[in-house]
Structure formats: structure tokens, C-alpha cells
């Protein structure tokens, strides 16, 4: 299998071009789509089609796209939207590749429109026309001369792939580009995203090599796995900045629960894009920004900012911002200050902000900035400068930037003024160093830096669906739920709910329903006094707002006075609920306890989602603020997930209280992650008051909402992001040696990088159809940190001198088709030969017929004899290759 072309590329460097509806009427879409690609030099064959000229601009023009002589790579479409679908129509006849449809008029203009629009796509998938818009401005790819849309001007060549849902933001951006040296290794406007989309086009961008960061604008996801699956995959790769407008559309009210109350979609979003690696910026203002500067000339890493400033206003305002916006000031080395104090007046601030004082020249400022350079608690640096008296704006930025030079610390400054600290600026921006006139936004972009650092490790983590600790009971959890829906019970009892906590192992507190005053009493008094009373009712969820909740109760005869007012206090402010009886558990008394609440909702676009917030009456009054993650969810993510809510939760030391057992809670959530992950019945979760103190945590109360799941649904079908798969992880014996095949991880890089280079340049020649000799950084992430849900990668490993070893690969990546997958196989050369090919296609071929792929394919050389007789062996049917007479292409038949 070859990764170095993508399907998409004869869409985006095309090497022959139709524009239909070519012009030379003024202000025409047609006319400026002709002037764009004569101004753009392109190198390729542009032809024009309109029956109602003879010529465009001097070139020849063609009644229609089926009378040009050759077969064409792209036609772009800019006539009325009646007459699309049958141009569309001419197009896939006459063999054309690509379409992008300009022409507006369709879905977004009511019900005719939406007609057309399914003509168009229905045209397209028939012939197997790829399709991008309608509605649209168009694509550009600056470096190919390729300028397909109707703005105005042209795009200079550079290392951003622009990618947008607005035509309108896409033109505003391009303006703004060109004078300020800002350039694109590709331009596309979606439009109506009919059907190439923002999946398909983010795996273009991490396979071209023109693209080095990645910037979208989304108002919109049609298909969210695709997007999530894709938008990791580019992020693995190169930095993908987002702005996003809107929210989703509210999904049916969470009529059961609060928690559902607690995550708006937007949380969610942000917490995919977080997992996803991906930094989302707030407004074009910032995403200018970034182009400018981000990633030019640092490595991002932590978010502790140092800011060096000569006046003690802008770095308060700094502080204040960076407080606001969740930025920790970094904490300077008792080092650092010593140096600092040596060097700098008496009167310095000797804290962040460092205040140099205001008469501070070039030498002061390097010897502030240098100081934080070399701390190790330090991130980034923000160096701020007010043009007073005895200030020299342009020679401290000089200073500065030589000292930038030297470091992959991110600097930023800002030269707050105007007229003097003009050619300072200039500076800067000529050495890619970001530069502000206010402190606030130079913090916002550090905050965006440290995020993509922040999300970068959030990416990095595969968690599996269990973690590596007593199993839970499955089968009897699915046993729970299973008799539940055969009642058509959509909601479990609360002892049916903490079956299920019990089963995944999280501490609760046991319950026990009585069903009359005198059973309560011999119940309670098993349990022990004292004892908490509350209504068991399918009907009634927040159980103290109907008056079926009684605390504290410590002798028999308060627990047979209470079983008789929950019963008449319920029956009264809740007529329609059908009373089971009344719960009894013991009274939870934890003076240090904090109460808090772990649940799970499905998001509309995103599927379960962890919520974690503080408990009890808080949560139904809508008083507690949350944090969200999506799940699988590992230490590290759990972590990440508690830090975000650490002050909201209350889970430091606490006025007298000490600091909650950390391992108790990740615990609880892991396993709830565990919960979410492998019963995809489950659409709801509370467990509030889950109480946390120094001694561990207790499940007080559970209630679990469930529904019916396809029959057809795949294991991890419910999830955005697909558990590492470690239940594909085989191992057996060979020569003496324990050989285990399993799923690649992130972890494998090295080893990877190892196998590689160690391979005969015969093999690798075999493999790669190049003389390649081992692979590049941004090649081992795309082989290592894959998607499980669209692709699959085992490797067998081997022990050598008490070290694991990679002894053979083989991969598939599932096709755009969604039917068909490629495949790739490679073994060390001294285990050839061993049948080792042979058990890892078969683990390979078993995956992919069970993720119900229909045919898998591989491109071989025609001189591999070996491995053409190996394929043929296991089915394949081979054929020659339609584009390469020098390879064979095999099939074999999944169903």
C-alpha cells in the first residue's frame, strides 16, 4: 500500500481544470474565476465551457465539459442551480474526477433548492464524481497557481491549510493576508459540505506536505464521527487551531436528571477538541494572530507565564487577564531571584510580574529575560514595554530579539504606544515574534500556546476500556440491564443502579427496600442506626422535592413514624408516581466529607460524556459549575479532568478540613469511565452525593437511565473515541520465544523507528516502493497514534535481552468508500519464513471483517513474486493495476 498520494489530490493540484459558465461579462462569478486562474500562472490545462461564446479571454470555448478532448481532473461550476444537475450529469460521463458547485440556490433556498441539491449528489455518487459545495466560494492552493474561487485577489503561497464553512470569513481573512505576509498551502470553502466534508479534507491536509498547521471555521458538524476521527488524526500531525460560532441544537430535554442540565453542548465540544489536541480560538482577531506567530519559532510546553514589564499598571493588567483566562503566573526559583536581585535595581518587584522599573534599558530587559529563560518553572514569557523618558523602545526590542533567537521558549511582547514603538513592532513581526498594543490579548495567544501543549498530551493518552485493576462484572451488570428492558423499564431502581456501581467496583452504600413500617424497623436495625430513609418510585427522580427523603434517623420508632410521612408526603405532591416502598441505607457521617456528584449524559453530537461537579442540593438548583470529558478516560485524563475543577469542587484543603483522598475519587471515575465504555445501554448517570473525604470515597445514591442499542451495533459504537482495543492482544509460542501480537500504541514510536531502519533494503523496497531508510518524525506519528475506529495496526513483539523488539507490522486504513479498507504488511527479515505473515493477516482480516468492511485491498509490485503467491494463498484475487502497469492490485472478499 502507498501512502504517498492522497485521493484527494487531483481535486486540490489538479492538472487540467473546466470552469463551466466561463466568462467575460464584468462582475460575473464566471469572469473572475477565469481572471483568478490566468493571474494565478497555473501550469495545468484550463479550459472554458460556455455555448454562448467562442472564446474566453482568448482561450477556446466548449459547448459543454463532454466535448473536451481530454479526460479532466476538476470542472468547477458557476451557472444557474436549475442547470447543475445536468452538468454535474456530463461531467461523470465525460469521466471527470472533481467537482466543486459554486452556484448558490439549493438547500439554503427552500424546498426546490433541497430538490436540486439531491439531484447533484445523487448525479455525483452514481458516477462517482468527488463533490465540494454547492454554495461555496471555492479552493485555492496558491503553490499549484490554483485560484478557483470568486475573491477578488489571490493568496500568497505558505504553510496554513485554510478551511472554512463561511465564504464570507474566507474572503475577510485573504484580505488580511497579503499585507501582512500571511500565506496558504490551501484555501477551501465548503459551502453546503454535500459531500466532501471537513473529515475528508483534514486527512488531505496531514498527507500534504505544503501544510504545516491547520485552521477551521465551523458553524456546523454533519458527520461528527468522521469529524472527531479525522480532526485527531490531523492534530497527531500539525497544530490545528478552530474557531467554532453557534452551539449545536439542544438536544430533548433531560426530563430524568440534572446532569443532563449540566453540560450546554459547547462544554462538550470543548472537551472533544481538547482530547482532540486541538486549540479553539475565540474570535478571527485571535486566529489572526496565531497566524502570525504561533508555531514559528518555539516549542510550546507548560502555561506558567513570566511577565517582565517597566511599568507596574500593564503588568498588573496582565496578571489580572492571565488569573482570568486560568493562566498560572510562573513562581520564579529562589535562584532566579537571587540572580535578579543582583543584577537589577533595589527597588525591582522581586515577584512575577517583574517590575524592572520604568528608566529600565536593553541590558535590564536581557538580563530579566534571560533569568526566565533559564528557570525551569518557567514556560513563556510575556515582555511588556511602556515608551517612557529614558526608554528605548527599538533597541530593547533588538536586545530581545537576540536572545529569542537562542531559546524554543515562546516570548511575546507588547509595546503598548504607538508612534515610538513603531519600528519595534516591525521587528518583531519581521522575526515571526508576536508583538500586541495591550497586555490582554498577548496573554490570550500564550494561553493558546500552552493549550496546544496542554492538548497535545490529552491526544497522546489511548486509554483502554478497562483499566489495568480487578476486572468489573460484566455479565451481571448486563444481567441488570437486560431484565430491565424485558419489563420495558427505561429507568432502574436505585438498588438495581448501585448493582451496576457494585459490579464496576465503586464503593456504595448498601440499600435495602422495606415495604412496610415494621419491615423498616428490622431492616434499619440490620443496617445500624442511624439511617438515612428515601421513596423508591421508577416515577421520581430528585427524591427530596417530593417529600421522600428523611435524614439522620437514629431509633426504631423515627424510622416507623418516617416510613408513614414519606408515604403520605409523597402520595400527596406526587399523585402519579407508583410507590415501590422505602430505601433504607446508613447514615454516611463524614465530617471532612465533601459531597460531590460523577455522572454521564449522552451529547447529541459527541455520544457519553463524563460530568463531574459538586453535589448534592447544588446540583438540582443549578448552582454548581462542572468540568467534562469524553471518555475512555486514564489516570492522566482523570487528572486533567480534576484540575479543571479542583476550586469548584473543593478538593484541596478546605478552611479545616484536609485535602480529599485524590486516588479514592480518580478511582470512582475511572471506573465509571469503565461503566460508560462497555454498557452502551446506559444514556444517563448520577451518582449524587458521591462523598469524598481524606479515607476514600461512598456512592450514596445512583440512579441509571438506559435504552435499547441496535443489534447490529459494533462494541464501541456508542463513543467518539474508540478504547484502545485491548481485547484484540493475542500471544503465542514460537521456537521458545513468546511472540504477542496487538494494536499499535503511541508508546511504539521508537521501537517502530527501529524495525524500520533495521529492515533489508529489499524489504523495505517491497513494502515502501522506495529506497526509503527510516522514517521521518511526522511518518511515525501517523503509523503510531492511529485511529482504531477507522484504521487498524497489530505489531508482533518479541523479548530480546529483556527488551520488547517489533518483529512485523501490518496495517489497514479503511477507505473513503466506508465498504473497503488497504492494507500493508512488513516482517523483520529474520522472521520471514516463520509464519508469522501469516497469523498476523489472519488477526488483520478477522478485524476488518468484523467491523464489517466488505473487501480489502493491496497494491503490490509485480516483481514481489513472493508476496503475490502469499496473498493469492489467503484469497486475494489479483488484476492489474488500472493506473501503474509496474504493480498488481489484489482483493479479497470480506463477507
Same mark, same amino acid.
Not at 44 to 69: A, R
Not at 98 to 103: E, L, R, T
Not at 739 to 760: C, G, M, Y
Given at each position: 500500500?502507498?501512502?504517498?498520494?492522497?485521493?484527494?489530490?487531483?481535486?486540490?493540484?489538479?492538472?487540467?481544470?473546466?470552469?463551466?459558465?466561463?466568462?467575460?461579462?464584468?462582475?460575473?462569478?464566471?469572469?473572475?474565476?477565469?481572471?483568478?486562474?490566468?493571474?494565478?500562472?497555473?501550469?495545468?490545462?484550463?479550459?472554458?465551457?460556455?455555448?454562448?461564446?467562442?472564446?474566453?479571454?482568448?482561450?477556446?470555448?466548449?459547448?459543454?465539459?463532454?466535448?473536451?478532448?481530454?479526460?479532466?481532473?476538476?470542472?468547477?461550476?458557476?451557472?444557474?442551480?436549475?442547470?447543475?444537475?445536468?452538468?454535474?450529469?456530463?461531467?461523470?460521463?465525460?469521466?471527470?474526477?472533481?467537482?466543486?458547485?459554486?452556484?448558490?440556490?439549493?438547500?439554503?433556498?427552500?424546498?426546490?433548492?433541497?430538490?436540486?441539491?439531491?439531484?447533484?449528489?445523487?448525479?455525483?455518487?452514481?458516477?462517482?464524481?468527488?463533490?465540494?459545495?454547492?454554495?461555496?466560494?471555492?479552493?485555492?492552493?496558491?503553490?499549484?497557481?490554483?485560484?478557483?474561487?470568486?475573491?477578488?485577489?489571490?493568496?500568497?503561497?505558505?504553510?496554513?491549510?485554510?478551511?472554512?464553512?463561511?465564504?464570507?470569513?474566507?474572503?475577510?481573512?485573504?484580505?488580511?493576508?497579503?499585507?501582512?505576509?500571511?500565506?496558504?498551502?490551501?484555501?477551501?470553502?465548503?459551502?453546503?459540505?454535500?459531500?466532501?466534508?471537513?473529515?475528508?479534507?483534514?486527512?488531505?491536509?496531514?498527507?500534504?506536505?505544503?501544510?504545516?498547521?491547520?485552521? $477551521?471555521? +465551523?458553524? /456546523?458538524?454533519?458527520? *461528527?464521527? #468522521?469529524?472527531?476521527? @479525522? !480532526?485527531? %488524526?490531523?492534530?497527531?500531525?500539525?497544530?490545528?487551531?478552530?474557531?467554532?460560532?453557534?452551539?449545536?441544537?439542544?438536544?430533548?430535554?433531560?426530563?430524568?436528571?440534572?446532569?443532563?442540565?449540566?453540560?450546554?453542548?459547547?462544554?462538550?465540544?470543548?472537551?472533544?477538541?481538547?482530547?482532540?489536541?486541538?486549540?479553539?480560538?475565540?474570535?478571527?482577531?485571535?486566529?489572526?494572530?496565531?497566524?502570525?506567530?504561533?508555531?514559528?519559532?518555539?516549542?510550546?510546553?507548560?502555561?506558567?507565564?513570566?511577565?517582565?514589564?517597566?511599568?507596574?499598571?500593564?503588568?498588573?493588567?496582565?496578571?489580572?487577564?492571565?488569573?482570568?483566562?486560568?493562566?498560572?503566573?510562573?513562581?520564579?526559583?529562589?535562584?532566579?531571584?537571587?540572580?535578579?536581585?543582583?543584577?537589577?535595581?533595589?527597588?525591582?518587584?522581586?515577584?512575577?510580574? $517583574?517590575? +524592572?522599573? /520604568?528608566?529600565?534599558? *536593553?541590558? #535590564?530587559?536581557?538580563? @530579566? !529575560?534571560? %533569568?526566565?529563560?533559564?528557570?525551569?518553572?518557567?514556560?513563556?514569557?510575556?515582555?511588556?514595554?511602556?515608551?517612557?523618558?529614558?526608554?528605548?523602545?527599538?533597541?530593547?526590542?533588538?536586545?530581545?530579539?537576540?536572545?529569542?533567537?537562542?531559546?524554543?521558549?515562546?516570548?511575546?511582547?507588547?509595546?503598548?504606544?504607538?508612534?515610538?514603538?513603531?519600528?519595534?513592532?516591525?521587528?518583531?513581526?519581521?522575526?515571526?515574534?508576536?508583538?500586541?498594543?495591550?497586555?490582554?490579548?498577548?496573554?490570550?495567544?500564550?494561553?493558546?500556546?500552552?493549550?496546544?501543549?496542554?492538548?497535545?498530551?490529552?491526544?497522546?493518552?489511548?486509554?483502554?476500556?478497562?483499566?489495568?485493576?480487578?476486572?468489573?462484572?460484566?455479565?451481571?451488570?448486563?444481567?441488570?440491564?437486560?431484565?430491565?428492558?424485558?419489563?420495558?423499564?427505561?429507568? $432502574?431502581?436505585?438498588?438495581?443502579?448501585?448493582?451496576?456501581?457494585?459490579?464496576?467496583?465503586?464503593?456504595? %452504600?448498601?440499600?435495602?427496600?422495606?415495604?412496610?413500617?415494621?419491615?423498616?424497623?428490622?431492616?434499619?436495625?440490620?443496617?445500624?442506626?442511624?439511617?438515612?430513609?428515601?421513596?423508591?418510585?421508577?416515577?421520581?427522580?430528585?427524591?427530596?422535592?417530593?417529600?421522600?427523603?428523611?435524614?439522620?434517623?437514629?431509633?426504631?420508632?423515627?424510622?416507623?413514624?418516617?416510613?408513614?410521612?414519606?408515604?403520605?408526603?409523597?402520595?400527596?405532591?406526587?399523585?402519579?408516581?407508583?410507590?415501590?416502598?422505602?430505601?433504607?441505607?446508613?447514615?454516611?457521617?463524614?465530617?471532612?466529607?465533601?459531597?460531590?456528584?460523577?455522572?454521564?449524559?449522552?451529547?447529541?453530537?459527541?455520544?457519553?460524556?463524563?460530568?463531574?461537579?459538586?453535589?448534592?442540593?447544588?446540583?438540582?438548583?443549578?448552582?454548581?459549575?462542572?468540568?467534562?470529558? $469524553?471518555?475512555?478516560?486514564?489516570?492522566?485524563?482523570?487528572?486533567?479532568?480534576?484540575?479543571?475543577?479542583?476550586?469548584?469542587?473543593?478538593?484541596?484543603?478546605?478552611?479545616?478540613?484536609?485535602?480529599?483522598?485524590?486516588?479514592?475519587?480518580?478511582?470512582?471515575?475511572?471506573?465509571?469511565?469503565?461503566?460508560?465504555?462497555?454498557?452502551?445501554?446506559?444514556?444517563?448517570?448520577?451518582?449524587?452525593?458521591?462523598?469524598?473525604?481524606?479515607?476514600?470515597?461512598?456512592?450514596?445514591?445512583?440512579?441509571?437511565?438506559?435504552?435499547?442499542?441496535?443489534?447490529?451495533?459494533?462494541?464501541?459504537?456508542?463513543?467518539?473515541?474508540?478504547?484502545?482495543?485491548?481485547?484484540?492482544?493475542?500471544?503465542?509460542?514460537?521456537?521458545?520465544?513468546?511472540?504477542?501480537?496487538?494494536?499499535?500504541?503511541?508508546?511504539?514510536?521508537?521501537?517502530?523507528?527501529?524495525?524500520?531502519?533495521?529492515?533489508?533494503?529489499?524489504?523495505?523496497?517491497?513494502?515502501?516502493?522506495?529506497?526509503?531508510?527510516?522514517?521521518?518524525?511526522?511518518?511515525?506519528?501517523?503509523?503510531?497514534?492511529?485511529?482504531?475506529?477507522?484504521?487498524?495496526?497489530?505489531?508482533?513483539?518479541?523479548?530480546?535481552?529483556?527488551?520488547?523488539?517489533?518483529?512485523?507490522?501490518?496495517?489497514?486504513?479503511?477507505?473513503?468508500?466506508?465498504?473497503?479498507?488497504?492494507?500493508?504488511?512488513?516482517?523483520?527479515?529474520?522472521?520471514?519464513?516463520?509464519?508469522?505473515?501469516?497469523?498476523?493477516?489472519?488477526?488483520?482480516?478477522?478485524?476488518?471483517?468484523?467491523?464489517?468492511?466488505?473487501?480489502?485491498?493491496?497494491?503490490?509490485?509485480?516483481?514481489?513474486?513472493?508476496?503475490?503467491?502469499?496473498?493469492?494463498?489467503?484469497?486475494?484475487?489479483?488484476?492489474?493495476?488500472?493506473?501503474?502497469?509496474?504493480?498488481?492490485?489484489?482483493?479479497?472478499?470480506?463477507?
Amino acid at each position: 500500500m502507498n501512502y504517498e498520494q492522497h485521493y484527494l489530490t487531483s481535486l486540490f493540484e489538479p492538472k487540467s481544470i473546466a470552469i463551466v459558465g466561463a466568462s467575460e461579462t464584468p462582475c460575473t462569478v464566471g469572469t473572475v474565476l477565469v481572471r483568478n486562474m490566468l493571474d494565478g500562472a497555473y501550469k495545468g490545462k484550463l479550459f472554458c465551457v460556455n455555448p454562448k461564446h467562442e472564446t474566453v479571454f482568448g482561450m477556446k470555448s466548449y459547448d459543454s465539459v463532454e466535448s473536451i478532448p481530454q479526460r479532466l481532473d476538476l470542472a468547477v461550476i458557476c451557472t444557474l442551480p436549475e442547470t447543475v444537475p445536468a452538468i454535474v450529469e456530463a461531467c461523470g460521463r465525460a469521466g471527470t474526477r472533481n467537482v466543486i458547485v459554486i452556484s448558490g440556490g439549493f438547500s439554503e433556498a427552500g424546498p426546490r433548492g433541497a430538490s436540486l441539491e439531491r439531484a447533484v449528489i445523487e448525479t455525483a455518487r452514481r458516477h462517482r464524481v468527488r463533490l465540494i459545495g454547492p454554495n461555496c466560494l471555492g479552493i485555492m492552493r496558491p503553490g499549484a497557481g490554483v485560484n478557483l474561487t470568486f475573491a477578488h485577489g489571490g493568496a500568497n503561497p505558505g504553510t496554513i491549510g485554510l478551511v472554512s464553512q463561511s465564504g464570507a470569513l474566507c474572503t475577510a481573512i485573504l484580505d488580511w493576508a497579503q499585507p501582512n505576509n500571511v500565506g496558504f498551502s490551501t484555501v477551501v470553502s465548503l459551502g453546503g459540505s454535500s459531500d466532501v466534508d471537513f473529515g475528508e479534507i483534514l486527512d488531505y491536509l496531514v498527507s500534504d506536505p505544503k501544510t504545516e498547521n491547520i485552521f $477551521l471555521y +465551523i458553524e /456546523g458538524i454533519k458527520n *461528527p464521527r #468522521r469529524f472527531m476521527s @479525522a !480532526l485527531r %488524526a490531523a492534530a497527531r500531525c500539525k497544530p490545528v487551531l478552530l474557531i467554532k460560532v453557534g452551539k449545536h441544537a439542544a438536544g430533548e430535554k433531560a426530563a430524568l436528571s440534572h446532569t443532563g442540565s449540566l453540560v450546554g453542548a459547547d462544554d462538550v465540544f470543548d472537551a472533544a477538541l481538547r482530547r482532540a489536541g486541538v486549540v479553539r480560538l475565540g474570535n478571527v482577531g485571535q486566529m489572526y494572530a496565531a497566524a502570525s506567530a504561533l508555531f514559528s519559532h518555539f516549542r510550546p510546553r507548560g502555561n506558567r507565564l513570566a511577565i517582565i514589564t517597566n511599568g507596574g499598571g500593564p503588568g498588573a493588567m496582565a496578571a489580572d487577564h492571565a488569573a482570568d483566562i486560568g493562566i498560572p503566573l510562573a513562581r520564579l526559583s529562589d535562584a532566579t531571584t537571587k540572580k535578579l536581585t543582583e543584577l537589577l535595581p533595589p527597588t525591582w518587584s522581586k515577584a512575577n510580574p $517583574l517590575d +524592572i522599573i /520604568g528608566d529600565a534599558d *536593553p541590558q #535590564r530587559y536581557a538580563a @530579566a !529575560l534571560t %533569568a526566565c529563560i533559564e528557570d525551569d518553572g518557567v514556560d513563556g514569557v510575556l515582555a511588556i514595554l511602556t515608551p517612557q523618558a529614558m526608554t528605548d523602545p527599538t533597541q530593547v526590542a533588538r536586545t530581545l530579539l537576540d536572545i529569542a533567537v537562542k531559546t524554543d521558549k515562546p516570548l511575546v511582547t507588547c509595546w503598548m504606544g504607538e508612534a515610538q514603538v513603531h519600528e519595534a513592532r516591525l521587528l518583531f513581526k519581521g522575526a515571526g515574534i508576536p508583538t500586541f498594543r495591550t497586555p490582554e490579548p498577548a496573554v490570550e495567544l500564550f494561553s493558546h500556546i500552552s493549550a496546544y501543549y496542554r492538548n497535545q498530551q490529552l491526544l497522546m493518552q489511548t486509554p483502554a476500556a478497562i483499566a489495568d485493576h480487578v476486572p468489573p462484572r460484566l455479565e451481571s451488570a448486563k444481567l441488570v440491564i437486560e431484565t430491565a428492558l424485558s419489563e420495558g423499564r427505561k429507568m $432502574l431502581n436505585e438498588m438495581e443502579s448501585k448493582a451496576l456501581l457494585a459490579a464496576f467496583r465503586i464503593p456504595i %452504600a448498601q440499600t435495602v427496600v422495606a415495604r412496610s413500617p415494621s419491615e423498616a424497623m428490622v431492616l434499619a436495625e440490620e443496617i445500624g442506626l442511624p439511617v438515612v430513609m428515601k421513596i423508591d418510585s421508577p416515577q421520581i427522580t430528585h427524591k427530596t422535592d417530593s417529600g421522600g427523603v428523611r435524614l439522620n434517623l437514629n431509633s426504631l420508632a423515627a424510622v416507623r413514624d418516617a416510613y408513614n410521612e414519606i408515604l403520605d408526603d409523597v402520595k400527596k405532591n406526587r399523585p402519579d408516581a407508583i410507590l415501590h416502598g422505602v430505601a433504607i441505607e446508613p447514615m454516611i457521617q463524614k465530617a471532612n466529607g465533601r459531597e460531590l456528584m460523577v455522572g454521564m449524559v449522552k451529547d447529541e453530537i459527541f455520544g457519553p460524556t463524563i460530568v463531574f461537579s459538586r453535589g448534592g442540593t447544588d446540583v438540582e438548583t443549578g448552582r454548581s459549575r462542572r468540568a467534562v470529558a $469524553l471518555p475512555p478516560l486514564n489516570g492522566f485524563l482523570v487528572r486533567d479532568l480534576l484540575e479543571s475543577a479542583r476550586d469548584m469542587a473543593r478538593l484541596g484543603e478546605f478552611r479545616n478540613m484536609p485535602a480529599v483522598n485524590q486516588e479514592a475519587l480518580e478511582a470512582v471515575l475511572l471506573r465509571v469511565s469503565e461503566m460508560v465504555c462497555e454498557l452502551p445501554w446506559i444514556s444517563e448517570l448520577d451518582i449524587n452525593p458521591l462523598i469524598v473525604d481524606e479515607q476514600g470515597a461512598v456512592a450514596v445514591d445512583a440512579r441509571i437511565a438506559i435504552e435499547n442499542i441496535p443489534l447490529t451495533a459494533s462494541r464501541y459504537d456508542h463513543m467518539a473515541i474508540h478504547p484502545y482495543p485491548s481485547h484484540l492482544v493475542t500471544s503465542y509460542q514460537k521456537d521458545g520465544r513468546t511472540v504477542t501480537i496487538r494494536p499499535i500504541k503511541p508508546e511504539d514510536a521508537d521501537i517502530e523507528s527501529d524495525f524500520v531502519r533495521k529492515l533489508s533494503a529489499e524489504t523495505k523496497y517491497f513494502r515502501f516502493m522506495n529506497t526509503i531508510r527510516e522514517l521521518g518524525q511526522s511518518q511515525l506519528i501517523r503509523l503510531t497514534q492511529i485511529d482504531y475506529d477507522r484504521e487498524m495496526a497489530f505489531i508482533a513483539v518479541a523479548e530480546k535481552d529483556g527488551e520488547e523488539v517489533e518483529i512485523g507490522v501490518c496495517r489497514y486504513a479503511t477507505n473513503p468508500d466506508g465498504e473497503s479498507c488497504e492494507f500493508a504488511i512488513v516482517v523483520a527479515d529474520d522472521w520471514q519464513g516463520k509464519g508469522l505473515a501469516r497469523r498476523l493477516m489472519g488477526v488483520l482480516i478477522e478485524t476488518a471483517r468484523s467491523r464489517g468492511l466488505k473487501y480489502m485491498n493491496g497494491d503490490f509490485l509485480s516483481e514481489n513474486g513472493r508476496m503475490l503467491a502469499f496473498v493469492q494463498s489467503l484469497g486475494f484475487v489479483m488484476s492489474p493495476h488500472p493506473e501503474d502497469s509496474g504493480l498488481k492490485r489484489g482483493v479479497l472478499t470480506l463477507d
